[in-house]
C-alpha cells in the first residue's frame, strides 16, 4: 500500500514539474507574441497612407507594445527565455 502511495506521488510530481516548465515556455510565447504584434502594426504604421489609417495603427501599435512590456515584467524571473 506505501508503495502505491509513493508511486503516485512521485507521478503527481512530475506532472506538476512537467506543467511548470511548460508555463515557463507559454510566458515567454506570449511575450514574444505581443512583440511580434507590435512590430506588425509597426509595418502597417509605415505603410499607411491615410492619416487614420496611421492614428489607427499607432494605437495598435502601442497597445501591444504595452502588452509585452506588462507580460515581461510581470513573467521576470519566471519564465525561460526563448532564443
Known amino acids: ?3 502505491v502511495h ?4 512521485k507521478a503527481r510530481w ?8 511548460l ?7 506570449t511575450v ?3 512583440r511580434y504584434k507590435e512590430e506588425e502594426w509597426h509595418r502597417r504604421y509605415k505603410k499607411s497612407v491615410k492619416p487614420g489609417h496611421q492614428a489607427y ?3 495598435q501599435m502601442c497597445l501591444w507594445g ?4 506588462e507580460a515581461k515584467n510581470s513573467f521576470k524571473n519566471k519564465m525561460i527565455v526563448v532564443t
Open 1 to 3: 500500500v506505501y508503495r
Open 6 to 9: 509513493w508511486w503516485k506521488t
Open 14 to 21: 512530475q506532472r506538476w514539474e512537467e506543467e511548470l516548465s
Open 23 to 29: 508555463v515557463r515556455y507559454e510566458m515567454s510565447w
Open 32 to 34: 514574444s507574441w505581443f
Open 57 to 59: 495603427a499607432h494605437q
Open 66 to 69: 504595452k502588452f509585452g512590456s
